[in-house]
T-cell receptor, first 114, second 113 residues
Framework: DAKTTQPPSMDCAEGRAANLPCNHSTISGNEYVYWYRQIHSQGPQYIIHGLKNNETNEMASLIITEDRKSSTLILPHATLRDTAVYYCIVRAPMLYNQGGKLIFGQGTELSVKP | DTEVTQTPKHLVMGMTNKKSLKCEQHMGHRAMYWYKQKAKKPPELMFVYSYEKLSINESVPSRFSPECPNSSLLNLHLHALQPEDSALYLC????????????FGQGTRLTVV
């Protein structure tokens, strides 16, 4: 699985957009970009994933550059409840019947401030 | 029901004890996972089960023994642990299809004394 690089921490004002970058310069053509977040003392929570097109759901938007070497997770209107560690993960297709390995990097600790 | 339920939430055990962690899901997922997370660190993959068979063991010491008795249940049996094994143990499940999300439980916080 390709390695990812994220800033260790970021701050965001409540109500503003939070833009979390991720570098994955060694990503392969069939590897997807996944984002999860982990609020303190809870299990990780899935946010969004994509291959090469931009994706949007009710939680966030994912922007992937054309060369696929980096991506940005956008939380459009951050709230205090979005304070968490955000993990960008590049995931290879499953080997037959082996299940998918989600390998977590260090993540970005996002603090949303009033 | 999109929940993965882990019990107990907290566990304190001595180094000579034997205990088990339990994980349950009713989403029909055929892949289940155990992760270990130390404080201020990301989760580390330990084991992957697919179709109730162990498919990936990330070189985990034998004092951790996983078991998948059926498609809804995943256990982690613990024996002769060390204090450094104290951590949050997370269970997850997913479909056995590419590019789907994994659902995580809230974890069991284990303290070895």
């Amino acid at each position: 699985d390709a390695k990812t690089t994220q800033p260790p921490s970021m701050d965001c004002a409540e109500g503003r957009a939070a833009n979390l970058p991720c570098n994955h310069s060694t990503i392969s053509g069939n590897e997807y970009v996944y984002w999860y977040r982990q609020i303190h003392s809870q299990g990780p929570q899935y946010i969004i994933h994509g291959l090469k097109n931009n994706e949007t759901n009710e939680m966030a938007s994912l922007i992937i550059t054309e060369d696929r070497k980096s991506s940005t997770l956008i939380l459009p209107h951050a709230t205090l409840r979005d304070t968490a560690v955000y993990y960008c993960i590049v995931r290879a297709p499953m080997l037959y019947n082996q299940g998918g390995k989600l390998i977590f990097g260090q993540g970005t600790e996002l603090s949303v401030k009033p | 029901d999109t929940e993965v339920t882990q019990t107990p939430k907290h566990l304190v055990m001595g180094m000579t004890n034997k205990k088990s962690l339990k994980c349950e899901q009713h989403m029909g997922h055929r892949a289940m996972y155990w992760y270990k997370q130390k404080a201020k660190k990301p989760p580390e993959l330990m084991f992957v089960y697919s179709y109730e068979k162990l498919s990936i063991n990330e070189s985990v010491p034998s004092r951790f023994s996983p078991e998948c008795p059926n498609s809804s249940l995943l256990n982690l049996h613990l024996h002769a642990l060390q204090p450094e094994d104290s951590a949050l143990y997370l269970c997850a499940s997913s479909q056995l299809q590419d590019y789907t999300e994994a659902f995580f439980g809230q974890g069991t916080r284990l303290t070895v004394v």
